[in-house]
Every structure is written in structure tokens, then in C-alpha cells.
């Protein structure tokens, strides 16, 4: 699972959404961050800034059920997404969604709010 805070991760999730499909998506009882469910092995190469990569320990079932990471509830279910993420897929919307928030930041600035 690739956690992010929850800013880029709606970002990602909309960009996702709007150009290949999103898999599932999950969101901590905070709000603080979204986690995108990966394929097994992807923790290996990933090398995000601003990410994290961690290992689940239950498989997502085909039904959304319980998530497979206590303290959490789905934003995007398994039974209404792909299978899971497609990491290189995700790390290009993450990345967009990253440059979308500084951009926005940046004209939010410059507007003295």
C-alpha cells in the first residue's frame, strides 16, 4: 500500500479517475492520509519522495468488507475500482497531483492569501 497525505492523494484519485481507472483507495479515521492498494512487490522499487510504501498482510477481497488495515474505511472500494493501483500509473498522478498543489500554493501566495 503507497500512503500520502490526503491533499495529493484526492489529487492522485481525481487524475486517476479521469485517465486510466483508480483501484482501491483507503483513508485513515484522521483524514490525514490515503492509502492506495498496490500490487504485492511494489514496496520493493518505490522510491517516492513524499510516499510511503508498506506491505499489507491481508489480501483485498472482492468484496469491500473490512479494509485490510485497521483504523481505516474505503474511498474507493475494491467492488467499484480495478483490482489494485498500477504503480507506475500512480506515481505519474502522484506526481502531478504534487506539482497541482505547489502550483496552487504558489498563486495563493503571489494573491496575499
Same mark, same amino acid.
Given at each position: 500500500?503507497?500512503?500520502?497525505?490526503? #491533499?495529493?492523494?484526492? +489529487? *492522485?484519485?481525481?487524475? =486517476?479517475? =479521469? #485517465?486510466?481507472?483508480?483501484?482501491?483507495? =483507503? &483513508?485513515?479515521?484522521?483524514?490525514?492520509? =490515503?492509502?492506495?492498494?498496490?500490487?504485492?512487490?511494489?514496496? $520493493?522499487?518505490?522510491? /517516492?519522495p513524499g510516499? *510511503?510504501?508498506?506491505?499489507? &498482510?491481508? @489480501?483485498? @477481497?472482492?468484496? *469491500?468488507?473490512?479494509?485490510?488495515v485497521s483504523?481505516?474505511?474505503?474511498?474507493?472500494?475494491? +467492488?467499484?475500482? !480495478?483490482? $489494485? !493501483?498500477?504503480?507506475?500509473?500512480? #506515481? /505519474?498522478?502522484?506526481? +502531478?497531483?504534487? #506539482?497541482?498543489? %505547489?502550483?496552487? +500554493?504558489?498563486?495563493?501566495?503571489?494573491?496575499? %492569501?
Amino acid at each position: 500500500m503507497v500512503t500520502v497525505p490526503s #491533499r495529493q492523494g484526492l +489529487e *492522485a484519485v481525481d487524475i =486517476l479517475r =479521469l #485517465r486510466t481507472g483508480v483501484g482501491p483507495v =483507503l &483513508h485513515d479515521a484522521s483524514g490525514g492520509t =490515503l492509502g492506495f492498494l498496490v500490487p504485492a512487490g511494489t514496496a $520493493v522499487d518505490w522510491d /517516492l519522495p513524499g510516499s *510511503a510504501c508498506i506491505q499489507t &498482510h491481508r @489480501r483485498v @477481497r472482492a468484496a *469491500a468488507g473490512d479494509p485490510p488495515v485497521s483504523g481505516t474505511c474505503w474511498l474507493v472500494a475494491p +467492488e467499484h475500482s !480495478n483490482p $489494485v !493501483n498500477d504503480p507506475t500509473l500512480l #506515481r /505519474l498522478a502522484l506526481g +502531478e497531483a504534487a #506539482r497541482t498543489i %505547489r502550483a496552487a +500554493e504558489g498563486i495563493q501566495a503571489a494573491d496575499g %492569501r
